[in-house]
């Protein structure tokens, strides 16, 4: 009980933290601002509902071996006249711990819902079945890279179906809606590596539509990314494969000759492509750069119109593609 009461006025005295408490060991690792507050939140209501449900089974327990038939017997006998006291009793007590469970939890949404102003923005786009995180910058990565003690807002949007993100480490979550913006915010507390996951069914792999957030220490993260971001240093086929990654055509793409859910990008440059209309094309520069930008209009034989979102034209520079070009040509021909 003792520690539970020290959250409590841990709670009172810094709304926007409290200490891990966790007895039960029921959470992930404990890695943003408020992960505390939430977990304490959580243990509140646990252990209140669990104190009642004791105090009611065991009641019930009590008055049916009470008043059990063969003590009884079949003759209906009068009720209890009502209790004043009692009533008083079982309504005030209540309802101080659900405006308590009330309190502490708005306490807590309200601190998620206000965005520090000087919070480090990183675009989050969540697509069938990737995320694609875009710095200040510009650079693009399908994983997350985040400076620790520092407020991070994450503006999620979604050009396809409502996804949701879900870091459990930060106690986020937050769905991805097409057609507006969605804000969610925390600052995380040490370096570490942690799992986000999509967590609204979006379809046929939506349970393989995850990523890793890092955690680095405030001071080398500047310097992280300046390095990360400087694609134009390398080999374009090693650009391309970046590209590759972060714009997320992993997802639906091999490079091994492989299908997926789209067409491979191993050994096919300079062959003869099947269409789904049943004609042919040389898969050359422009039949790609034509199909990443707009991918319905000459569809590869064996694969559903409108599967690739149609946003590439605008989420790939003519440099991007150019590096694709590269990496798909590196791939080879059969
Ligand atoms: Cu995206 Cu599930």
């Known amino acids: 009980m003792m520690p539970l009461l020290a959250s409590a006025l841990a709670v009172l005295q810094q709304p ?20 505390g507050t939430s977990d304490w939140v959580f243990y509140f209501i646990f252990w209140t509902c669990l104190v009642v449900l004791i105090g009611v089974c065991v009641a019930t327990l009590w008055f049916a071996f009470r008043y059990r038939r063969s003590k009884v017997g079949l003759i209906p006998q009068d009720s209890p006249h009502h209790s004043t006291t009692l009533e008083i009793v079982w309504s005030v007590v209540p309802t101080f711990f659900l405006v308590a469970m009330f309190w502490y939890g708005f306490k807590d949404y309200e601190d998620r819902r206000e965005i520090p102003n000087d919070a480090y923005e990183i675009h989050v ?4 079945w990737s995320w694609t995180f875009t710095y200040p910058n510009g650079y ?19 050009p396809d179906v409502l996804h949701s993100v879900f870091i459990p480490a930060f106690r986020v979550k937050l769905d991805v809606v097409p057609g507006r913006y969605n804000w969610l915010w ?29 955690v680095m220490p405030d001071a080398e993260f500047d310097a992280w990314l300046a390095k990360e971001s400087d694609w134009g240093a390398l080999p374009p086929e090693v650009a391309g494969l970046k590209t590759y990654g972060a714009n997320g055509c992993v997802a639906c793409h091999t490079l091994d000759g492989s299908a997926a859910t789209g067409p491979t990008f191993g050994g096919m440059f300079g062959t003869q492509k099947q269409l789904a209309d049943g004609s042919t094309v040389t898969y ?15 569809l590869a034989a064996g694969f559903a119109p409108n599967l690739m979102p149609s946003n590439f034209a605008q989420a790939l520079s003519d440099q991007k593609v150019d590096w694709l070009i590269a990496l798909i040509k590196s791939k080879g021909a059969q």
């Open 140 to 158: 693009q990565s399908q994983h997350l890279t985040v400076p620790a003690d520092r407020n991070v807002r994450l503006r999620l949007s979604s």
């Open 284 to 298: 050359d520069e422009n039949y790609i750069r034509e199909s990443i930008l707009t991918p319905n209009v000459k």
């Open 125 to 128: 786009n969540a697509a069938k």
């Open 16 to 35: 926007q933290s409290a200490p891990p408490y966790d007895p039960l060991g029921m959470f992930p690792p404990n890695a943003s601002h408020n992960a």
């Open 186 to 214: 925390f600052r995380a507390i040490e370096p570490g590596v942690f799992p986000l996951y999509c967590t609204e069914y979006c379809g046929q792999q939506h349970s393989q539509m995850d990523a890793r957030v890092t």
